[in-house]
């Protein structure tokens, strides 16, 4: 906790941000989409160039995080190396491809007045973003809120503070560089923790929206702190559904991958739901080559019965997110068996069935509800990237305004534009 | 303030309301189209057989808000007759006419590697609205939510208690008698304020969104209290601003009528603006027609030099939401001047410009940032019905999700469908 001195500081700090964003917000709605996306371009060549700055700045924060004994995960999702950078400048660039999504007309119809109504996308206007150790959302997220028209405010953790300083210079040297306002993308400049609840509950006149991005008790938080709307998801507890009629081959390939590709991703599966009317061999295979693939299997009786390498789950194990080479394994009743199962134990991110028979991927895909659903396809397909959004702000799965991957288009909201030539109401 | 021994009841009354409601929610998303309008055009059958009951209803509710002295502008919203119910009858009738918004697809693209997403609506879930004296907003929301796929709880004000009830009846049965679960529509049964209090604080488990509508005191109550999103607006500052370039007669036409056709709507203009540029006597026609027809005007040194009868606005008349035959006057400069002025004191409803000049237009259509702007027509169109979309459950200011008026269309969300043959990440 910080003292009364500091958190007088810290208020007037993050209410000068809170304005600046706010004034560039205004003025970036406006910018024309050839001087964003040179402005992204810029920054991508920023990137390389100071990639020596970067390393160095990176180097600090590992030394740090070194002496404070962080697990072997978090440093590896602090570490940067040229490769990683590279990534990151091409993702700018990519952003910088993709269609601006402020100004698109998403409808448009004639009343019998003759009244022309269009309803058109504008940006959302001043997004605050929270995160942990990775330095690389500092890229990703200030470059989807520029080309979406948004200002924004980040607040990394303090894990990856001089990481994402060092990144952060490079953003504003681009936009200074190609005349659009710097403070479109601002870092909080310091890591007193009273800044983010400040960010969370005393900034309603200036943040639109708050946009969580690291672990469990990171989100819960913001969830339940913040006085904006937060776009983003706690768990993933991600379910693949093996219907009687899959296909052998398909199973297998697509629950390996759901689960074992990278098991710490919010995209990757948590339960596999075998149908009690898939063919005993299917079933033996598809748990065989998990197990081959190195995954720990939590199954039920009738699992536990068709591979004895299965451990007997307990109740826990259900709807819970492993993050890990674990996987719960249930058999279930059909489509219906399954849908119960994650109506009950999901968290509404990425389901998958895998079948042969259209009408039961249908019904699994028009009841569960879920912010993606997937027939024939891996769980880990559930991210912006592969969605073709260029790069993702995080996952939504609150039902109002933004749902599944969060790009540069789900950071814009619309409004109403009416051509009338005199028109009044009776 | 209710005794411990009510909120206690209230507790469990509200809890067996939000698990009802969840229930039906999870039923009427997969109900037909032809269901649901079935329910919609029965519903409004039972609206005239059952006009004598609700007649009835309405008198016990009239008669004791003549007790309380309500004000005679209360007393007209609550009244009911013939007339009225059939309008009611007829807006039902019109939401069964619309396209059903559940299951629409909004979006497809195909990925490199084969995969098709979609993006499809979705029912938001349990919608809670919370509303005053109107009897009319127990059928229009309902059916809105009906239509859509939303379950509803209804909090009606204690003035239209008797009214509400019965118009519930008939929404009830019409839903029984097709087929369609009768706690979609759900009423609460008590005029204790408490109530509220626990439907916007204590359901979030079963609500997914509140919409208030009513006066101002109850729209801050809500967006102070509410746990769950809130769609709405505070206030409807709408401003007309008559560019050099505009035609005289649409300004006189327009501004007259987005002024006094309906003053004590959200659509009504509050604040005139005139271009320093515009020829004098245009100026002077257009304010001698808002006097002409009633209105006061509270005009600045410039429009109070143009025409004597103009009183001297004070700072509170910017951006005040008089409800009533007075307007607010400003001279500003040009389009630029309008919009700046727009900025400080609008409340993000509706705003029109008047001009003959597309770039100005243009400009100002582009700069508001308001849900609705209009060209050449007047403030009082923001309205569901004038849309084309049949009613409206509200118009919302708020950028997230649902902008402008808000209609069945508006009450869904959307989910991603992925259709793939087997696909894996890599």
Known sequence: MSKPAEQLDIASTMQGIGRAARRAAAELARVATADKNNALRRAAGHLREQSRRILDANAKDISAATEHRLSAAMLDRLRLDPARIEAMAEGLEAIAELPDPVGEQIDQWRRPNGLLIQRVRVPLGVIGIIYESRPNVTADAAALCIKSGNAVILRGGSESYFSSR???????????????????????????????GYLLRDMTAYVDVVVPRGGRNLIARVQRDARVPVL?????????FVERSADA???????????????????AAETLLLDEALDVAVARRVMSALIDAGCELRGDARACELDDRVVCASDEDWGHEFLDAVIAVRFVDGVG?????????????????VTEDRAAAQ????EVDSAIVMHNASTQFADGGEFGMGAEIGIATGKLHARGPVGAQQLTSYKYVVRGDGQTRL
């Not at 936009?175 to 993308?185: F, I, K, R, S």
């Not at 399954?338 to 968290?347: E, T």
């Open 232 to 240: 983003g998801h706690l768990e993933g507890i991600c379910h693949v």
């Open 249 to 267: 081959d398909k199973a297998v390939a697509i629950v390996v991958n759901a689960k074992m590709r990278r098991t710490g991703i919010c995209g």
């Open 166 to 196: 060092a990144i952060h210079a490079c953003l504003v040297d681009a936009l200074q560089e190609t005349g659009l306002p710097p403070d479109a993308v601002q870092m909080v400049p310091t890591v007193d923790r009273a800044a983010v």
């Open 363 to 366: 019904r699994f895909l028009g």
């Open 337 to 353: 068996g399954a849908v119960a199962h994650i109506a009950r134990f999901g968290s509404g991110h990425t389901e998958a069935i």
